[in-house]
């Protein structure tokens, strides 16, 4: 994924348009450029994957939750 890489230092549409960024080292820099790649609001495609995947999430957490009853009384110790 060429998208990835490239979400460190890009600076928007206009400005980074041919610039590619080294990829991120250590965990501060991966969470800094993973935090802009999920919040730059110039990149269609950036948003689209980001959207896709708390979608993804959301069905994930809905079908492995559903089986569980809060109102069934618990088990006592």
């Known amino acids: ?3 990835v890489g490239g979400g460190g230092g890009g ?3 206009a400005g ?3 610039a590619v ?3 991120p080292r250590g965990i501060r820099a ?3 450029s993973a935090f802009r790649f999920a919040t730059d ?3 269609f495609r950036r948003n689209l ?3 896709l995947g708390l979608f993804a ?3 994930w957490v809905a079908r492995n939750l559903t089986d569980i009853d809060l109102m069934a009384p618990q088990p006592v110790p």
Do not use: E
Request: net charge positive.
């Open 1 to 3: 994924m060429a998208a």
């Open 11 to 13: 600076g928007g549409g």
């Open 16 to 18: 980074g348009a041919g």
């Open 21 to 23: 960024a080294a990829p």
């Open 30 to 32: 991966w969470l800094r």
């Open 41 to 43: 609001r110039n990149d």
């Open 49 to 51: 994957l980001v959207n």
């Open 57 to 59: 999430a959301g069905v």
